[in-house]
């Protein structure tokens, strides 16, 4: 039937609104955490990590053309996409909507109102906007999601008429498909059952329950029975084609699909003789849900084509299955398992193959523990043996637990408090569904504090809803703020308007059509209740995690627009009833997405900021040519790997991501040529790693003399049986045969030797292992470097750092150690000419640039202000004042006070100000943090005491830097003012 033209003009209308808001408000190139590694990943098809999202990455190269060659503008195209998708989703949202307003009524206005009011908040809401305009996975993900809900309504609608399966076909297609960019879109799938179930029987409570559950069960079939069952009959074919028969590899896989294509297609003709058109229509359904996740094999010929990146190496069918199994994330229990402190009884090898040497062979992955039965617990959630986590465990639950007396490993009994059934559930409510989930839903519906990361306390990232009593009640006072927390742009409220609207939808859904009203409800509990559950997360997250949720925000945002519907309905009875509903409207619009449009438009628009690969290539650019460079994290890595990958920046240094190093297709990985780089110098054979020889390597003291690491390693390749020792266990393994050991590194003109002491380790794991032949085997003939101090650190390297600007080199030199703001060695004229003339800074002063709480971290992280300080420092005790007072400048301007908070580092900059004669300048900044400091600590000092939990920390950073100020005070001569800080320090302290 066709669609009114208001009904369709207003979807057009909201598309094009929709794609115009994400247009403008793009970040205009990577962004930090995974965005640079789905990036490069479409950009030149290469892996990113498990499980992948090959459907993403196809779609995302097609968008890459629009660069028309320019590679500072494929970043752009990419986030431009994810834009386009959330249009798209939006408009779907729409029709939806207007689907189900259809149900109980047929005035125009208010079916196409509802819809709208419906979907421009959820286009205006916090975090489906955050992934609307960057190049991420969740935006398309999402599409695929409202594109299987809108199919199945569509089937709905023509429900009797001829050819209409063909919906649930297409259904089928997009579900596989779907699992090829994020499994977010698999929620969906008990809100289809549903629909299905009551459009052939009338609702009633148990066909609710029973409709529900074969939804989930669904979606469980398809996650973990007919994919990997799939998988696992192509794996074994593969083995026998190979391993038996002597063919090539991927000739058993491929006889796999046949099979699979001959078995489908006898199916489907066996039942459309015997008349069975369900079953015909379950065997096509599950022929096109292994049609579309059959874009997986885009993985294997891409991985098998060994790209510059290449995460996982799933290059062949066994690989594969690891890779979407992500074996190398650690696991995590669901309904039975350990808590935090259970003690490991055993471990059961797990074994998987790999293609090596011409045949499949096994290969180890991680092993399956063991805990003390007694110990373990129903549905475990505090189950990380991390120190901090279990402290956070104690913070979030008060664990009395239950003591149990178990068996230690050495054999003695030891009486352990675990916690109890009900303290976990406890730490559920608490945290992964309030916090970690309640907290993220009023985010989008009531308001947020700000974008710091939440921890729990009464300052970071709450949720805020501008209403002073309540917003006080929980968080004590919003008034007189310090600029740093009262001008942070995410700082967005919307006074429960959006959220009460919701529920005056949801509650009047429920009344007049139930059986749809459940279908949103499985929808916002598949999207909420059951993604907290199935993920199981850890109490220290290193980021927010609201766009998983997204899901739910997109059903409760159903509920705001069917709001317009109920209270039209609600208004019947007034006099002139029809002349106000579109000033209803109106008001309702201007209550929800326009209110949070204004309030979020600041904090979500991203044009204009390039922080991200600014501060990468600062990092590429620290290193000598050739150089091989350490990385530790996210953000220290694929932002380095999308200015190689995608704009071909200093591809001649070559990355090794520290935490990968455990991985035996990443240590082969960096063998490989990648570029002019022919690949990194390494002693030990990778046949060794692949056999899992070398994954655990005891240090003995056998040799009493001194030797290079070389000569230790080429021992520690040997196969004999001299140059190994038994264990316990009988086994016989390679050693390192002492524990002093040196190693030649040369750094530009100097050559010399560093002295490495192992006399603290009696193992070493394989990940060291690898760091150390790489270090030794190529120091001599390429650079050596670290993005971070604390890397170096683990080898106790980091005094024999030299710092070239945002990145470190290892040099024969050993540095005295100086305190933990110390860059150790540097060339203070050469950082000068880099700081002042080659280096980017990604816009963050540009008042027109938002910076948001992500950015800020990361200017810390990569240590912004302290190498404009430090190197100033050194600089003013050269006497070169004039060059000390220019980078403190230019310090100053490209970091701002009311753009990047100010730190311990800002006080500093303030004192060097002062050593380098800038008195005006510093004497502004001084006030500046005069002002703030004290605001801070009036703040903190008036939360009442019950409220300060988990602010001790910052109240002690703000008399420190209280402290610092007195001294500055003292400096600048100005005494009254020194003895006025230093009664506010007593004061504050007392």
Known sequence: MKQHWLIRYSGIGIFLLSLLLYTLTLEPTTSFWDCSEFILSANKLEVNHPAGAPLFMLIGRLFTFLSFGNPEKIAWTINFSSGLFSALTIFLLYQVIVKLVKKFSDNVLIIAGSAALGALTFAVSDSFWFSAVEGEVYALSMFFMILSFWAVLKWEEGFGNQGNEKWILFLALITGLGIGVHLLNLLVLPSVVMIIGFKKKAFSLFRLFLFFGIGVLVLLIVLYVLTPLVMQTLARFDFVFVNQFGLPLHSGALAGVLFFIVLITFLIRYFRKQDKRTAELATLSVALVLIGFSVYAVNIIRSSANPPVNFGRPNNIYSLINYLNREQYPKRPLLYGQNYNSPITGSEERLSKDFLEGKYRDTDLAPTYEYDDKTCTWFPRMYSRENNHINAYKNWVNIKGKRVLVRQANGERETLVVPTFAENVKFFVNYQFAFMFGRYFMWNFVGRQNDRQGRGDVVDGNWLSGIRFIDEARLGPQENLPDWLA???????????????????????????????????????????????????????????????????????????????????????LPKAKILILPLLIVLL?????????????????????????????????????????????????????????????????????????????????????????GLKMTLPQQKYDRGELDFVPVLDRLNRDTSWQEALNFLKMDSDQAKVRLNSGEKVNFIPLKEMSFSVKAEDSEGKIEVSLKDKNFMYKNELVLWDI??????????????????????????????????????????????????????????????????????????????????????????????????????????????????????????????????????????????????QARQQFDYLENEIIRSLRYFTSIPIDLQQGITSEINNQLYYLNNLTLIATKMGDKEKAEELKKLLEQFAG
């Open 775 to 920: 270090i030794s085997s190529n120091a001599l003939e390429r650079p050596i470097c670290f993005v971070s101090k604390a890397e170096a650190q683990k080898y106790n390297l980091d005094r024999n750092l030299e710092c070239e600007g945002f990145a470190y080199r290892l040099v024969p030199e050993k540095s005295n150690r100086a305190d933990i703001l110390s860059l150790g060695q540097f060339d203070p004229e050469k950082l000068y000419s880099r700081l002042l003339n080659e280096y980017q800074y990604g816009n963050l002063a540009d008042p027109a640039v938002h910076v948001d709480w992500n950015s800020v971290l990361n200017v810390n992280l990569f240590r912004g202000r302290n190498v404009f300080n430090e190197v100033a420092a050194s600089l003013l005790k050269m006497g070169e004042e004039q060059k000390a007072a220019d980078l403190l400048a230019k310090s100053a301007a490209v970091f701002p006070l009311n753009k990047i908070p100010y730190d311990v580092f800002s006080l500093r900059q303030t004192q060097l100000m002062v050593n380098a004669g800038m008195n005006e």
């Open 590 to 678: 201007l209550a929800a997405p326009v209110l949070m449009l204004w309030q979020n438009f600041d904090d979500h628009d991203r044009s204009g900021r390039t922080a991200a690969r600014d501060l990468a290539m600062n990092i590429l650019e620290s290193c000598p040519p050739n150089a091989i460079l350490v990385s530790s994290g996210d953000n220290d890595t694929y932002p380095l790997l999308y200015c190689q990958e995608v704009e071909n920046f200093r591809t001649d240094v070559r990355i090794v991501i520290a935490p990968f190093l455990a991985a035996n297709w990443f240590i082969d990985g960096l063998r490989k040529q990648k570029y002019n780089d022919a």
């Open 487 to 573: 001008k942070n742009q995410a700082r967005n409220t919307y006074f429960f308007l959006p959220f009460l609207l919701g529920l005056i939808g949801a509650w009047f859904h429920f009344k007049k059509h139930r059986p749809s009203f459940f279908v949103v409800l499985a929808l916002f509990i598949m999207g909420g209740l059951g993604l907290a559950v199935y993920i199981n997360e850890v109490p220290i997250t290193p980021r927010e995690r609201d766009y998983v949720f997204v899901v739910a925000f997109l059903a409760f945002s159903i509920w705001v627009g069917l709001s317009f519907w109920a209270l039209a309905e609600s208004m019947k009875r």
